[in-house]
């Protein structure tokens, strides 16, 4: 069969899958951003105002990417890829888990914390297998190296391309997000009116818009049961017996 006509699930990811694997979510109580407002290291202002206090903290959150590790969600996904289906994923999350499970087609939203990028030229981006970035570090352009992440106040330069994905769906499936954080959210409303959707969240109940389904359960127990049942009728569908 054509890749062209076998069924696309598209995938949205949130904070959630990843906070499955140990990395702390902004929104959380405590962690590494509980001592950094979000206006003193994630705005553009906040890099102009003190750079070092900028890079000391994605610093810090690209050590503890390196150390996560893909969860059962991750590999699930990367399982059905590696099956013949026709896998995309948009992700909100700056980590690199979907990649180390085994994913092929990620698209990152908000940037890759495993990357440095040209703080003067978008287009430069440079992989930080080691290491992070210092003050002094420099493109070749020769401007400051900055981390590769979208940071509050500013545009979210692949969503047109993440809405032409979406678009593409036999079948939407949303992991570990609250549905809140734009323009992201809007991305359900890119997807065929034909599609289903399902959220799979430990609060589905409460995030689901009307015409979502909803799984209640965490990420690493709803999609893998998701992913099994997929791969044992060999069609995208949403069995009955999974829904609460």
């Known amino acids: 069969m054509a890749e062209a006509d076998r069924p696309h699930l598209v995938v949205l990811t949130g904070a959630g899958i990843s906070a499955e694997s140990g990395i702390q979510t902004f929104r959380a109580a405590d962690g590494l951003w509980a001592d950094h407002p979000i206006e003193a290291v994630a705005t553009p202002e906040a890099w102009h ?9 994605y610093d810090a959150r690209r050590d503890q990417v390196r150390r996560a590790r893909p969860n059962a969600a991750h590999k699930a996904l990367a399982r059905l890829e590696k099956r013949g289906l026709r ?6 999350n700056i980590d690199d888990l979907h990649e180390r499970a085994g994913s092929r087609r990620v698209l990152h939203l908000h940037g890759e914390i495993l990357k440095a990028r040209s703080s003067v030229d978008p287009r430069l981006c440079y992989q930080l297998p080691r290491g992070g970035i210092r003050l002094g570090d420099v493109c070749d352009k020769g401007s400051q190296l900055r981390p590769d992440v979208v940071w509050f106040g500013e545009a979210v330069p692949r969503y047109a391309e993440a809405g032409e994905i979406v678009a593409e769906a036999d079948l939407l499936l949303v992991v570990g997000t609250s549905l809140a954080v734009m323009p992201a959210a809007a991305l359900l409303d890119q997807a065929p009116l ?18 979502v389904t909803r799984l209640a359960r ?12 997929w791969q044992r009728e060999g069609r995208l569908w949403v069995p009955e017996t999974l829904l609460d």
């Open 49 to 57: 105002r003190d750079p070092e206090r900028v890079l000391r903290f």
């Open 194 to 211: 034909e599609a289903p959707c399902v959220l799979v969240d430990p609060e589905a109940h409460d995030l689901a818009p009307p015409g």
């Open 218 to 229: 965490p990420a690493r127990e709803g999609v893998p049961a998701l992913v099994r049942h």
């Open 87 to 92: 896998v995309s994923i948009v992700t909100q």
